[in-house]
């Protein structure tokens, strides 16, 4: 084989290398989302936290900002540093980001980017702790985001009925903000047994009634929706076959019976207190595994069961009801069950 085809074979295979690199790191060794960094931290107003964020040093060693084997940044970390601005867009063009974490940062303010929705790999997003506020952004659910805090905010406005488009989002936080309008049906959705959905919203303004659909989901970790205005029945989130392990309804409006309900299996912290809620105190609490209880606050009526972890239960647990009665509260008067028992919890 002469010296010509010895050089073409080497340049075929340098170029299959080549490409078989560029496949796997489209980007090759540019290093594109190096100014994409550095306008960043000029949107954030040249913060010091950002101070080794410097041209000619190697991104992928910067605090707060994290590399793939490629060098491209696939996720950000900002906690606890002093940040005066407001959240920048540029954000959105770093393409290949997977998560940002952005936690306990006051003096971040003003909306969230809408070009967050151009983030087509991210699949967490936590702003929590913040002075951000503004409204959710529809754009959003052209993501992958499987996971999202807004805790502690102030957003305003409905939550997006766009991010039910998800196919992966089982937790969703945005507790302690002003949010209005109602609950989307299926704003998470799809729980498994390794991944359990999580829908926080309580302390907000929230109002209409929970969506039956939430009722049909069997693995649910944690179903918080307190201090709302919340109407109507939700009966259906209860059942021996479900899996939720917190259920927190307190604070709102709701009204349904709670006789005979079954406990959730895995149930460890109910809370149905400040609702208008009736009927008695299910038996299922005799066999459930609940250790924190308050019922206080509702039109509940009748003896409360006895054994069980039922004498774990101090008198507030039952306060402020129709007629309740039985330990911890005074005895039940002889054939006036449905009479009320007054005391000083009343």
């Excluded at 307190?250 to 406990?263: A, P, V």
């Excluded at 774990?312 to 006036?336: D, I, R």
């Amino acid at each position: 084989m002469d010296a010509t085809h010895l050089l073409i074979l080497f340049l075929l295979s340098s170029q299959l290398i080549t490409m078989s690199l560029s496949s796997q790191s489209p980007q090759g060794n540019s290093d594109p989302d190096l100014p994409t960094l550095l306008k960043i931290k000029t949107q954030f107003g040249n913060p010091a936290a950002l101070a080794e964020w410097q041209p000619g040093t190697d991104h992928c060693g910067w605090p707060y900002a994290y590399c793939n084997q490629y060098r491209r940044v696939v996720a950000l970390f900002l906690e606890n540093v002093s940040i005066t601005s407001t959240l920048p867009p540029a954000i959105g063009e770093l393409d290949q980001l997977r998560t940002i974490n952005i936690v306990n940062i006051p003096g971040l303010h003003g909306p969230i980017p809408d070009s967050l929705g151009k983030l087509a790999h991210l699949s967490i997003l936590n702003v929590m702790v913040t002075s951000v506020s503004g409204s959710i952004p529809a754009s959003l659910s052209r993501t992958n985001l499987s996971s999202v805090s807004f805790f502690g905010n102030k957003l305003t406005g409905r939550i997006p009925t766009s991010l039910e488009k998800l196919p992966h989002l089982t937790f969703f936080d945005a507790a302690n903000n002003d949010l209005v309008g109602t609950i989307p049906p299926r704003l998470v959705h799809g729980g498994t047994p390794d991944r359990p959905l999580g829908l926080k919203l309580s302390n907000n303004r929230l109002s209409g009634t929970i969506p039956w659909l939430y009722g049909i989901e069997r693995y649910i970790m944690e179903f918080k929706v307190a201090n709302n205005q919340l109407a109507g029945d939700a009966s259906f989130l209860f059942g021996r076959r479900k899996t939720v392990d917190d259920l927190d309804l307190s604070g709102n409006r709701l009204r349904f019976n709670l006789t005979g309900l079954e406990m959730p299996r895995d149930l460890l912290f109910l809370n149905l207190s400040h609702n208008r809620i009736y009927g008695g105190v299910p038996a299922s609490l005799l066999e459930s595994r609940v250790v924190t209880l308050d019922l206080s606050y509702n039109e509940l009526c009748g003896e409360i069961p006895a054994g069980g972890r039922m004498g774990w239960f101090k008198a507030e647990a039952y306060g402020h009801n129709k007629c309740l009665c039985g330990t911890p509260l005074p005895p039940c008067a002889s054939g006036h069950l449905n009479r009320a028992c007054h005391g000083p919890w009343e």
